[in-house]
């Protein structure tokens, strides 16, 4: 492709002639994006709008020192590799602070579990201080300050460990332990915090710090060193709320990136308590002169979750800068104004770029895992490329070509509007596509997946050799790189020979996963940790028919129209026509399967826009099609059944996960596929979490979060894939609701959700630190999402950092990418 170097100085020579010709409107972030080389290093961490940054400038109502020692060091134990002593050499207190220290590499084998050998560390290093059972019921934080001392380490970071007894739970106390995640920056003091509101702490039994050891990269040296000192336990003015609908007190929650011209625009706050409850009024002020340009009355709102204020100035239409005031709250800066989410693009290929596998990544890591390989009947590939998937070291070859997707329909949007923008986005899409091409075996199979943790030492014939990637030959997921690649094809233009191949590829992908599907039918799915595995019937032949538009729209073989038409009669038959027997005769929903036991829901991966991909595409290509008005009236359903969601969780604009059949747990074979590793009581769960939604009829209910159990739970990619659905639909039938509905769930994204935070690092403001313990804290960077709370059905966003819900995900980043080229 064009040297993205050669287009980035053409374009800076000519910048003064031409000032339209400009990487962002933000003056500042175009110079870091230009110090970047168009992100082919790392964009520098914005850490003073952190909710870190913030939250250590709460005011402090009590503090109670907890030395890390005051005689000797008795009261602390180690366990595990390395070991712990008393030091001199780093310390913020009088006396010495706590030194720990661990190998990097122990010269042995990794091994994890029986059923995933190879998602496996080398050991574990950890120190903890036993308190017996203190109550620490006057205090709500603790902080700590750590210095590493790690010798070539790109990437540092150690979890804190939080434990009390098992006592009586009390209101508002959610959690009695956690292992929390801090990146740390290395050779420097980081003060850390955890805030301990939520936590039982009336019988503490212990603190520690502890690292999973997880091998060398190529510039690491063969010891960690980290010094802990300054623990505190702190009482603090107004900690942040985890768990509800309501806004913190005083708290104004807006979309920190800020707002569209001409588009609604309108921020929450709790009128119900805080000292700001009684304020009327609020005010928009420019930021830089503080003059007020807009003022208001908040309006109250009464809706299904509560007593709202809304401060609503959506007439106001002058772009610029602004905050809003409310009583003696105010915000900070945030936009008005055209290409508001073009900054967050950036940031979040920013995050892509930061996860590639098998390429040196400036700051943080060298070339990785070149020596992790996939087998099939005597040969042999190297699994090194595309991109980690999360925040450990694992990989899905099929959540690559998602994001390859995204990245594909984000620079067909954005070739005419910022073309280095899109120039950079098409460059991150062939890396992918290159990964998905490469580790094809030809006969249908693919190298599929690999969960891992480790660095690997590069060189073929040591200890660390993996030869277990999976490889599979599944119908599913070649109809799906078959899209991919069609896509692709029509996509790239500058390299006539790879497009050349990528049509032949897309045929061949294609014709093999309908000799499979002819040969074996729906099913297949053998490896419960990919994230396909959940894939109902529905979305199967909703998926091949999508994928038969696109092989129709790249070649225009009127073979694949035909079956692009036969396919999706089976997802056509899956969808409810019939209403409900509630207030609204909700209808428009898919089932798994034409049997109906079980609705189609998502609690992790979700590829639900498919459904309406599928249908969209078959009117765009087939509009003199007998069956025409019944796909198109298949898209009006279900985009009536997305606007029916909205109310339940207004005045948020995230959309609920949808209906729930109360007998769903009955259908176990769709149960179990979309829950894995269910608990012994996963029937009753179901009912309790189901009955926590609102009632319909006499059978289903509305849930506004999934019913999930276990680890694999995180709202992200559920509500933007329903969000890019409702843009699917809103284009198609041109309807602003349908559209608005999806500007929505980039709202709530962004922090216009209860916790005030948003959830792509770097962008807007209040965004909080995640757990990517292999790449380190990263600009863009996305997680799996915001949970439920229990049993309940409200949202839950604690400051622990751990899987699944708070680990960076590329899913999430690709999610966004293709919500956004949607706009």
């Known amino acids: 492709m064009k040297n993205i170097f050669f287009i980035l100085l053409s374009s800076l020579i000519t910048l003064p002639a031409f000032p339209q010709i400009r990487l962002s409107d933000d003056v500042a972030f175009e110079k870091v994006l230009v110090q970047s080389g168009l992100i082919h290093s790392p964009l520098p961490l914005d850490d003073l709008n952190?909710?870190?940054?913030?939250?250590?400038?709460?005011?402090?109502?009590?503090?109670?020192?907890?030395?890390?020692?005051?005689?000797?060091?008795?009261?602390?134990?180690?366990?595990?590799?390395?070991?712990?002593?008393?030091?001199?050499?780093?310390?913020?207190?009088?006396?010495?602070?706590?030194?720990?220290?661990?190998?990097?590499?122990?010269?042995?084998?990794?091994?994890?579990?029986?059923?995933?050998?190879?998602?496996?560390?080398?050991?574990?290093?950890?120190?903890?201080?036993?308190?017996?059972?203190?109550?620490?019921?006057?205090?709500?934080?603790?902080?700590?300050?750590?210095?590493?001392?790690?010798?070539?380490?790109?990437?540092?970071?150690?979890?804190?460990?939080?434990?009390?007894?098992?006592?009586?739970?009390?209101?508002?106390?959610?959690?009695?332990?956690?292992?929390?995640?801090?990146?740390?920056?290395?050779?420097?003091?980081?003060?850390?915090?955890?805030?301990?509101?939520?936590?039982?702490?009336?019988?503490?039994?212990?603190?520690?710090?502890?690292?999973?050891?997880?091998?060398?990269?190529?510039?690491?040296?063969d010891t960690s060193i980290f010094y802990i000192d300054g623990i505190e336990l702190q009482k603090i003015e107004n900690p942040e709320i985890v768990s509800g609908w309501l806004p913190a007190k005083n708290a104004v929650v807006y979309p920190t990136t800020g707002y569209e011209l001409n588009q609604p625009k309108t921020a929450i706050v709790d009128i119900t308590s805080g000292a700001t409850r009684s304020a009327t009024s609020f005010q928009l002020a420019e930021a830089k002169t503080n003059i007020i340009v807009y003022e208001s009355h908040v309006k109250k709102e009464k809706t299904t979750l509560g007593e709202f204020g809304i401060l609503d100035f959506s007439s106001f239409n002058k772009a610029g800068e602004y905050r809003l005031k409310w009583g003696e709250t105010l915000t900070p800066a945030f936009r008005i104004g055209d290409n508001i989410w073009n900054n967050s693009i950036w940031r979040v290929l920013n995050f892509i770029f930061c996860q590639r596998c098998g390429y040196p990544v400036p700051g943080k890591h060298g070339t990785c895992h070149i020596d992790l390989f996939s087998e099939h009947h005597g040969k042999r590939i190297s699994y090194a490329g595309g991109w980690?998937?999360?925040?450990?070291?694992?990989?899905?070859?099929?959540?690559?070509?998602?994001?390859?997707?995204?990245?594909?329909?984000?620079?067909?949007?954005?070739?005419?509007?910022?073309?280095?923008?899109?120039?950079?986005l098409l460059e991150e899409a062939e890396w992918g596509l290159e990964f998905i091409l490469r580790n094809r075996y030809g006969d249908g199979y693919r190298a599929s997946s690999m969960g891992l943790l480790i660095w690997q030492d590069g060189i073929t014939g040591t200890l660390d050799d993996i030869t277990s990637v999976r490889v599979q030959n599944l119908a599913f997921d070649n109809f799906l790189y078959s899209a991919y690649e069609a896509y692709a094809a029509m996509t790239i233009n500058h390299d006539p020979a790879l497009k050349e191949y990528l049509i032949k590829t897309a045929?061949?992908?294609?014709?093999?996963?309908?000799?499979?599907?002819?040969?074996?039918?729906?099913?297949?799915?053998?490896?419960?940790?990919?994230?396909?595995y959940n894939t109902s019937e529905s979305q199967y032949y909703a998926?091949?028919?999508?994928?038969?538009?696109?092989?129709?729209?790249?070649?225009?073989?009127?073979?694949?129209?035909?079956?692009?038409?036969?396919?999706?009669?089976?997802?056509?038959d899956c969808q409810r026509r019939e209403p409900l027997k509630d207030k609204c005769g909700t209808k428009g929903f898919f089932y798994r399967d034409k049997s109906r036991k079980s609705i189609v829901h998502y609690i992790h991966q979700s590829r639900e826009q498919v459904y309406m991909q599928a249908l969209a595409l078959l009117c765009e290509t087939q509009p003199g099609h007998a069956e025409y008005e019944r796909w198109a009236d298949a898209i009006h359903l279900y985009g009536v059944y997305l606007k029916s969601l909205m109310e339940y969780t207004f005045?948020?604009?995230?959309?609920?996960?949808?209906?729930?059949?109360?007998?769903?747990?009955?259908?176990?074979?769709?149960?179990?596929?979309?829950?894995?590793?269910?608990?012994?009581?996963?029937?009753?769960?179901?009912?309790?979490?189901?009955?926590?939604?609102?009632q319909l009829d006499s059978e289903h209910y509305l849930k506004r979060f999934p019913v999930w159990f276990g680890i694999f739970n995180g709202n992200t990619a559920v509500h933007l894939s329903m969000g890019k659905s409702a843009a699917i639909c809103g284009r198609f039938l041109d309807d602003a609701e349908l559209l608005r509905i999806g500007r929505e769930q980039m709202e709530w994204t962004v922090g216009k959700n209860p916790f005030g935070q948003s959830l792509i690092y770097g962008e807007g403001a209040n965004y909080p630190r995640m757990d990517s313990f292999s790449s380190g804290e990263i600009t863009g960077e996305m997680p799996v999402g915001i949970r439920s709370l229990g049993n309940e059905d409200i949202p839950y966003w604690p400051q622990v950092n751990n899987a699944c819900y708070k680990e960076v995900w590329v899913t999430s980043a690709g999610k966004w990418l293709s919500l956004l080229s949607e706009y």
């Not at 980690?388 to 005419?416: C, I, M, P, W």
């Not at 829950?675 to 769960?685: G, I, M, Q, T």
């Open 651 to 694: 005045p948020y604009g995230m959309l609920s996960s949808g209906v729930y059949n109360i007998n769903e747990y009955k259908d176990t074979e769709g149960f179990n596929h979309l829950h894995l590793f269910p608990p012994d009581n996963a029937s009753e769960l179901y009912m309790e979490q189901v009955k926590k939604g609102v």
């Open 388 to 424: 980690h998937d999360a925040g450990d070291l694992s990989q899905q070859t099929l959540q690559t070509g998602d994001v390859v997707f995204s990245l594909l329909e984000s620079y067909n949007r954005q070739k005419d509007k910022n073309n280095l923008l899109a120039q950079r």
């Open 507 to 532: 045929k061949e992908d294609f014709n093999l996963a309908v000799n499979k599907h002819n040969e074996s039918g729906y099913g297949g799915f053998l490896h419960l940790y990919e994230h396909s």
């Open 50 to 221: 952190s909710y870190e940054s913030f939250g250590l400038k709460k005011k402090i109502l009590a503090r109670k020192p907890l030395p890390a020692v005051e005689k000797d060091n008795s009261e602390w134990t180690h366990s595990g590799l390395g070991g712990m002593t008393l030091s001199t050499e780093k310390r913020i207190s009088v006396a010495a602070s706590l030194k720990m220290f661990f190998p990097t590499f122990t010269g042995k084998r990794a091994t994890g579990s029986p059923d995933d050998p190879d998602y496996a560390v080398y050991g574990h290093c950890r120190i903890q201080k036993e308190f017996n059972g203190e109550n620490w019921e006057s205090f709500n934080r603790i902080v700590f300050s750590i210095y590493p001392d790690c010798e070539g380490a790109r990437v540092v970071n150690l979890n804190f460990s939080f434990d009390n007894a098992e006592t009586p739970e009390k209101p508002g106390r959610n959690r009695r332990s956690a292992s929390h995640l801090i990146n740390l920056k290395n050779r420097e003091w980081n003060h850390c915090f955890l805030d301990l509101e939520e936590f039982q702490r009336d019988k503490v039994m212990r603190i520690g710090f502890n690292c999973s050891i997880k091998g060398k990269d190529r510039t690491s040296g």
């Open 543 to 572: 998926t091949m028919s999508w994928a038969a538009g696109m092989m129709f729209k790249l070649t225009g073989d009127r073979y694949y129209a035909t079956l692009s038409a036969d396919y999706i009669r089976y997802v056509l």
